[in-house]
């Protein structure tokens, strides 16, 4: 088995995903602001509203996985796609409300759990 080049890699490794863990609870306000912003907008969010929405899935959806917070990034990237779906015209922005909701009270337990429910 090869030796690392960096003895103190997964040590390092670690303090990333600790700091990662410490901006969970700043990325779900985000999202929960995000969602309100689209909610004020009425039975349909402007684009700028679900620009803002898309982009912070988008952020957790690329980095999540990295950190150990494999889950939460994949379930940040499927909700992602509707977004985007209803920003292209594609599909009803109703359905998007409740999993934007699940994901928040589901990440609020434990984002890094291997379980979505």
Not at 9 to 29: C, E, Q, S
Request: proline share 5%; glycine share 8%; net charge negative.
């Amino acid at each position: 088995m090869a030796t690392p080049v960096d003895p103190d890699f997964r040590a390092r490794l670690a303090a990333l995903n600790d700091k990662f863990a410490a901006t969970v609870p700043g990325t779900l306000d985000k999202i929960r602001a995000a969602l309100a912003r689209c909610a004020a907008d009425g039975a349909q969010p402007s684009q700028d509203a679900l620009h803002q929405l898309h982009e912070v899935l988008h952020g957790v959806a690329g980095s999540a996985g990295t950190f150990g917070f494999t889950v939460f990034g994949q379930e940040s990237r499927r909700i992602e796609q509707m977004v985007r779906g209803v920003m292209a015209g594609q599909a009803e922005w109703a359905p998007v409300v409740p999993e934007v909701e699940k994901l928040l009270a589901w990440a609020a337990r434990d984002a890094k759990a291997s379980h979505y429910d």
